[in-house]
């Protein structure tokens, strides 16, 4: 999205729903995964208002969508290009908003109809016509908003996939106004904030590319440092890069990549490669027991700052109790190591970190901590405290939106592994776990879901003997694992599914190291395994 909108954030609030005539939901299970929005989406949909959901599960949001395209793992840009090829041929697109405010669309169109449909259709499992329905339905409703998930990045398309997403809206001209908008739905609470402060290897603060030497001086300038110029190495590459002895060094912060990351033993080649592994955490994660050192973090309700939604909301995060034991926030920990480094800082505030963020990121400038107020403000934010709740209203960060065609490409993992793995495994979440269930799991919701549970089809269960409840086996090109078998039709036959909430099933050991080729994100949505009935 970065090279459609200049931005990964939502073009509008949630609350502007209301306004909406038809929502699109692609690999995303709101009611799951982002509990607060998909009980809006949910909302919407049961009042009988337009809902098309592209997704392999039949997820409860999907139970009540007027479109439901039930795609195989994998396929979600042969299954947008079919969509985009009938708003095109049946001219259906916004002809005044592409002439003033998107360039390259004739070349796009001149791609899109070159599609072959047979062949879109053969890969995807999803029929034509129920492409076309849903095609029309959005493109002609007046308003119409769509909101993506992991489902959508985790694949090896995935940033192809985001790019047809924006596509799709300015072909209809869905920008830039209440009511309509490309929503991606984040998946952990403050990965906006996070992508804003410049957590990209090839970004700063602010979304700027330190490796221009126009940005790298202002950023030297600012911090009183020299800032290396080459971009730095994604997860992907340091994973590589320590394997082959190049990377000597880690410091991780509240991530448990042993447990959440694919291809475990991988990733725990790597780690234990390294020389240095620091871990700053709550609790003790399977990646901490590999840790050289670790750091005691502090929650959220013992510590200050601000977390950033989907919706550019800053909001305050305000301490409530003092860190426990020798517990600080992360913050503070990070400046006592600058102050031993030789770098002297001041105590870590909240307040005085947002002036500082105030005066190196644009969007940032009239962020003030005293003027959060109870509902945050949405950036960017001018230096007056005014701040923004559309964004793009007349024109775009580059100027004119870019249309960028994308062919459909089958994931590696399919090529290779297809015929001697014939089951696509797909992972999920559900609503009372969150990730790898560190905290979750140290609450009364471990007494709601005690298990991972593979989701199969009751005919696929059928031709393996398995009964409701029995162990299966699942074996990938990495690995296998035990996983208990739930029988439910919400997944199509030939596609098995199921969460990673709990350390001891251990799913990403089958998982594989296929990721985006842009983005670099795993591809956790498509792995070729084998099934049978466990002992």
Same mark, same amino acid.
């Given at each position: 999205?970065?090279?459609?909108?200049?931005?990964?954030?939502?073009?509008?609030?949630?609350?502007?729903?209301?306004?909406?005539?038809?929502?699109?939901?692609?690999?995303?299970?709101?009611?799951?995964?982002?509990?607060?929005?998909?009980?809006?989406?949910?909302?919407?949909?049961?009042?009988?208002?337009?809902?098309?959901?592209?997704?392999?599960?039949?997820?409860?949001?999907?139970?009540?969508?007027?479109?439901?395209?039930?795609?195989?793992?994998?396929?979600?840009?042969?299954?947008?290009?079919?969509?985009?090829?009938?708003?095109?041929?049946?001219?259906?697109?916004?002809?005044?908003?592409?002439?003033?405010?998107?360039?390259?669309?004739?070349?796009?169109?001149?791609?899109?109809?070159?599609?072959?449909?047979?062949?879109?259709?053969?890969?995807?499992?999803?029929?034509?016509?129920?492409?076309?329905?849903?095609?029309?339905?959005?493109? +002609?409703? /007046? *308003? %119409?908003?769509?909101?993506?998930?992991?489902?959508?990045?985790?694949?090896?398309? !995935? @940033?192809? =996939?985001?790019?047809?997403?924006?596509?799709?809206?300015?072909?209809?001209?869905?920008?830039?106004?209440?009511?309509?908008?490309?929503?991606?739905?984040?998946?952990?609470?403050?990965?906006?904030?996070?992508?804003?402060?410049?957590?990209?290897?090839?970004?700063?603060?602010?979304?700027?590319?330190?490796?221009?030497?126009?940005?790298?001086?202002?950023?030297?300038?600012?911090?009183?440092?020299?800032?290396?110029?080459?971009?730095?190495?994604?997860?992907?590459?340091?994973?590589?890069?320590?394997?082959?002895?190049?990377?000597?060094?880690?410091?991780?912060?509240?991530?448990?990549?042993?447990?959440?990351?694919?291809?475990?033993?991988?990733?725990?080649?790597?780690?234990?490669?390294?020389?240095?592994?620091?871990?700053?955490?709550?609790?003790?994660?399977? +990646?901490? /027991? *590999? %840790?050289?050192?670790?750091?005691?973090?502090?929650?959220?309700?013992?510590?200050? !700052? @601000?977390? =950033?939604?989907?919706?550019?909301?800053?909001?305050?995060?305000?301490?409530?109790?003092?860190?426990?034991?020798?517990?600080?926030?992360?913050?503070?920990?990070?400046?006592?190591?600058?102050?031993?480094?030789?770098?002297?800082?001041?105590?870590?505030?909240?307040?005085?970190?947002?002036?500082?963020?105030?005066?190196?990121?644009?969007?940032?400038?009239?962020?003030?901590?005293?003027?959060?107020?109870?509902?945050?403000?949405?950036?960017?934010?001018?230096?007056?405290?005014?701040?923004?709740?559309?964004?793009?209203?007349?024109?775009?960060?580059?100027?004119?939106?870019?249309?960028?065609?994308?062919?459909?490409?089958?994931?590696?993992?399919?090529?290779?592994?297809?015929?001697?793995?014939?089951?696509?495994?797909?992972?999920?979440?559900?609503?009372?776990?969150?990730?790898?269930?560190?905290?979750?799991?140290?609450?009364?919701?471990?007494?709601?879901?005690?298990?991972?549970?593979?989701?199969?089809?009751?005919?696929?269960?059928?031709?393996?003997?398995?009964?409701?409840?029995?162990?299966?086996?699942?074996?990938?090109?990495?690995?296998?694992?035990?996983?208990?078998?739930?029988?439910?039709?919400?997944?199509?036959?030939?596609?098995?599914?199921?969460?990673?909430?709990?350390?001891?099933?251990?799913?990403?050991?089958?998982?594989?190291?296929?990721?985006?080729?842009?983005?670099?994100?795993?591809?956790?949505?498509?792995?070729?395994?084998?099934?049978?009935?466990?002992?």
């Amino acid at each position: 999205m970065q090279r459609t909108f200049g931005t990964g954030a939502a073009t509008n609030s949630i609350a502007d729903i209301k306004l909406t005539e038809a929502i699109l939901v692609i690999g995303a299970n709101p009611t799951e995964g982002h509990p607060v929005t998909g009980a809006k989406l949910r909302q919407f949909a049961m009042k009988g208002k337009t809902t098309i959901v592209i997704d392999p599960r039949r997820t409860e949001i999907a139970k009540y969508a007027t479109h439901h395209l039930q795609l195989r793992p994998g396929t979600n840009v042969a299954v947008l290009n079919m969509m985009i090829y009938y708003i095109v041929s049946e001219n259906l697109y916004d002809k005044n908003f592409i002439g003033s405010r998107t360039e390259g669309f004739e070349d796009f169109v001149e791609n899109i109809m070159k599609l072959n449909i047979d062949e879109l259709e053969a890969v995807s499992g999803v029929p034509r016509e129920q492409a076309r329905s849903a095609a029309i339905a959005y493109a +002609t409703a /007046k *308003l %119409a908003m769509s909101f993506h998930g992991l489902g959508v990045t985790e694949h090896y398309q !995935g @940033t192809y =996939t985001v790019m047809l997403i924006a596509d799709l809206a300015m072909l209809t001209g869905n920008i830039g106004k209440p009511g309509c908008g490309v929503n991606p739905l984040r998946g952990q609470n403050n990965v906006q904030g996070m992508a804003d402060m410049g957590v990209q290897p090839y970004q700063g603060a602010g979304y700027l590319d330190h490796t221009k030497p126009e940005i790298q001086e202002l950023y030297s300038k600012f911090y009183g440092a020299q800032v290396p110029l080459p971009a730095g190495m994604k997860i992907p590459d340091m994973y590589e890069a320590a394997i082959a002895g190049k990377l000597k060094a880690m410091y991780v912060i509240g991530e448990d990549m042993v447990q959440s990351d694919p291809n475990t033993y991988h990733v725990m080649k790597a780690l234990k490669n390294l020389d240095l592994l620091i871990v700053q955490e709550l609790f003790m994660t399977e +990646t901490c /027991k *590999l %840790a050289h050192v670790l750091l005691p973090g502090a929650s959220f309700l013992e510590k200050e !700052g @601000t977390f =950033t939604n989907g919706e550019r909301r800053i909001q305050k995060v305000q301490k409530v109790v003092a860190p426990i034991g020798e517990a600080k926030a992360d913050g503070q920990i990070v400046i006592d190591l600058m102050n031993r480094m030789g770098y002297k800082q001041a105590d870590y505030t909240a307040k005085t970190m947002l002036e500082e963020i105030s005066q190196i990121v644009p969007f940032f400038a009239g962020v003030k901590w005293e003027n959060l107020g109870d509902y945050g403000k949405q950036w960017p934010v001018a230096a007056d405290g005014t701040d923004t709740q559309i964004l793009h209203l007349t024109e775009f960060k580059r100027g004119k939106g870019q249309f960028v065609f994308r062919e459909y490409i089958e994931t590696p993992e399919i090529l290779e592994y297809a015929e001697e793995y014939p089951y696509i495994l797909t992972t999920n979440r559900v609503l009372e776990h969150y990730n790898a269930g560190t905290m979750t799991r140290r609450t009364g919701n471990a007494e709601i879901i005690t298990e991972d549970l593979l989701l199969i089809h009751p005919n696929d269960a059928a031709k393996n003997d398995i009964q409701e409840h029995d162990p299966v086996i699942i074996e990938s090109a990495r690995g296998k694992i035990t996983v208990n078998a739930h029988l439910t039709d919400e997944v199509k036959q030939g596609v098995v599914s199921t969460t990673f909430h709990f350390p001891e099933l251990f799913v990403n050991i089958v998982t594989s190291s296929v990721h985006d080729s842009i983005a670099k994100c795993p591809e956790y949505k498509v792995v070729c395994v084998k099934v049978r009935k466990g002992g």
